[in-house]
């Protein structure tokens, strides 16, 4: 049965978090837009610190944990204000580096790599050859357009290649799209979308995937799913995940959401314009708030 009940709107984050233990935190439309900490962010993660909160912030970012960790400080969130960082590149980075899963095993080690030079931190520690295009090598580790200009088309020709070479991918970075200084631009997630129309074989780490969630919980070192509150921008990655994982979320909607809401930064939605939007895709998160904040 569908639940027709209004998702209450509340101004912040600090009558929500009474009686969790722990937060799972998006970082790219909560925390930060790509390149600035959003007004009370790093103030918020400080009062979530003093509650005894322990915050896990979960990216899907196609880089290691520790690049960006080193990205957070140098914007100006400080290494103290939380317990971890897991990144999407991080599971991606995993599961390469252990191979037990039968389908990883069998990739092979040589690896085209689609995505900017920035994200070449993800070959670290691992005993993979590059190569220069599909008709060399065993499959494709994807982490996003090489320009944030970049449009699907741009990729069109070289995924085709790949996929006549039945070449599986590893997608480090399920979002489709993120919003990077106020730009819209795509992401490892929509080349992903589209080599799966193509017939590519295609695995993917991090949100929405449940997995992404329990490695979150070993983090804290709580087992309990309800103790868990995770907050994020993203309907179909924040809130869809935390609900496969059986843990309460809360939606921020100033985020990647906000220009189809119609709603300027720290605007509040209309119950019913959320709850709609939230009800077309199954999902009643306990909360929304218009932003990041105590």
């Not at 998006?26 to 790093?42: E, F, K, M, N, S």
């Not at 100033?254 to 999902?283: D, F, K, N």
């Amino acid at each position: 049965m569908a639940d027709d009940r209004l998702i209450p709107v509340l101004p912040g984050i600090g009558g929500l978090v009474e009686g969790y233990g722990g937060i799972i935190l998006d970082l790219w439309g909560v925390i930060h837009d790509g390149r600035t900490p959003y007004p009370g962010a790093a103030e918020t993660l400080a009062r979530l610190r003093e509650a005894g909160k322990k915050v896990v912030m979960l990216s899907n970012a196609p880089r290691r944990a520790a690049a960006v960790i080193e990205a957070m400080a140098e914007m100006g969130i400080a290494r103290a204000l939380y317990t971890d960082v897991l990144s999407s590149g991080e599971l991606a980075w995993r599961a390469l580096a252990a191979r037990d899963d039968p389908w990883v095993a069998g990739l092979g080690r040589r690896c085209l790599h689609v995505g900017p030079e920035r994200d070449a931190g993800l070959f670290d520690g691992l005993d993979l050859e590059r190569i220069d295009a599909p008709e060399e090598g065993a499959f494709l580790l994807n982490t996003g357009p090489w320009r944030d200009e970049e449009t699907l088309a741009d990729f069109e020709e070289l995924l085709r290649r790949a996929a006549a070479c039945a070449m599986p991918m590893i997608c480090a970075n399920p979002d489709r799209e993120v919003i990077r200084g106020g730009r819209r631009i795509i992401c490892a997630g929509a080349l992903a979308e589209r080599y799966r129309e193509l017939g590519g074989a295609v695995r993917s780490y991090g949100k929405p995937h449940a997995a992404a969630y329990r490695a979150c919980l070993d983090l804290m070192g709580i087992a309990d799913t309800t103790r868990i509150l995770a907050i994020g921008d993203s309907l179909e990655t924040d809130i869809k995940g935390a609900a496969a994982a059986g843990i309460d979320a809360a939606l921020v909607t100033s985020g990647i959401h906000a220009e189809e809401l119609g709603l300027a930064y720290g605007e509040a939605p209309a119950p019913q314009a959320i709850t709609t939007a939230c009800r077309r895709l199954g999902l009643h998160p306990v909360a929304a708030v218009p932003a990041f904040r105590w």
